[in-house]
């Protein structure tokens, strides 16, 4: 299994272009999420789907758009980059949807996306 | 509101024990994780601990105590390999979805 996968790596964009960051997983989670870390911040949630066909943000989405089409993949579309979008960006799986007293939605994470706008 | 406090940096001494800190203020508690990240990398799942007390595993523990808001993370024998900064995060059932509120993160770092 490759786990969680994203590319691509690294990316420079100038303010106002848009990209599609991709997020691939191959160990059939339902739950899948998107999340930007910045220095001296903990990690915080843009994004989440709980299943195919259904999204819902998280506490910093503006700017951001996602789609969950099928259950492997679910890209992060920036519509019109700003420089307040410089992070590292991670996407997250997991088996279980996140429900009290269990340890099934342990999250794996993808390598992540350092982007830079300029 | 909801607030997980860590200190920013510890650092200790190779072979030694070290106890990273957690405190959290949140509207509700299902659940605490600690998770390790190495610099650049991605962060992996270290413990999870819902009831009170002590997980072992390893090298590592977790201890929780609900009462007081409070968690910590124990490494033993420590490693080179320990330097890391260790995330702690809170699943808050406070939204209808259980959302985790995480902490800045401990950057832990080891001397020869």
């Known amino acids: 299994n490759a786990g969680v996968t994203q590319t691509p790596k690294f990316q420079v964009l100038k303010t106002g272009q848009s990209m599609t960051l991709q997020c691939a997983q191959d160990?059939?989670?339902?739950?899948m999420s998107w999340y930007r870390q910045d220095p001296g911040m903990g990690l915080r949630l843009i994004h989440y789907?709980?299943?195919?066909?259904?999204?819902d943000q998280g506490e910093v989405p503006n700017g951001y758009n996602v789609s969950r089409s099928t259950t492997e993949d679910f890209p992060l579309r920036l519509l019109s980059a700003a420089p307040s979008q410089t992070s590292v960006y991670f996407c997250?799986?997991?088996?279980?949807?996140?429900?009290?007293?269990?340890?099934?939605?342990?999250?794996?994470f993808g390598p992540g996306t350092r982007l830079t706008v300029l | 509101g909801q607030n997980i406090d860590q200190p920013t940096e510890m650092t200790a001494t190779e072979g030694a024990i070290v106890q990273i800190n957690c405190t959290y203020q949140?509207?509700?508690?299902?659940?605490l994780f600690w998770y390790q990240q190495h610099a650049g990398e991605a962060p992996t799942f270290l413990s999870y601990?819902?009831l009170d007390g002590l997980e072992e595993k390893g090298r590592f523990s977790s201890f929780l105590s609900r009462s007081k808001g409070y968690s910590y993370l124990l490494l033993k024998e420590l490693q080179m390999k320990d330097s890391a900064s260790y995330l702690c995060?809170?699943?808050?059932?406070?939204?209808?979805?259980?959302?985790?509120?995480w902490g800045a993160g401990t950057k832990l770092i080891i001397k020869p």
């Open positions: 997250a799986s997991s088996y279980g949807l996140p429900r009290a007293g269990s340890s099934t939605d342990t999250q794996y």
């Open positions: 601990n819902v």
């Open positions: 949140t509207s509700g508690f299902n659940g």
């Open positions: 789907s709980v299943g195919a066909g259904i999204t």
């Open positions: 995060a809170v699943r808050d059932p406070g939204d209808s979805n259980y959302q985790l509120i």
């Open positions: 160990m059939n989670h339902e739950y």
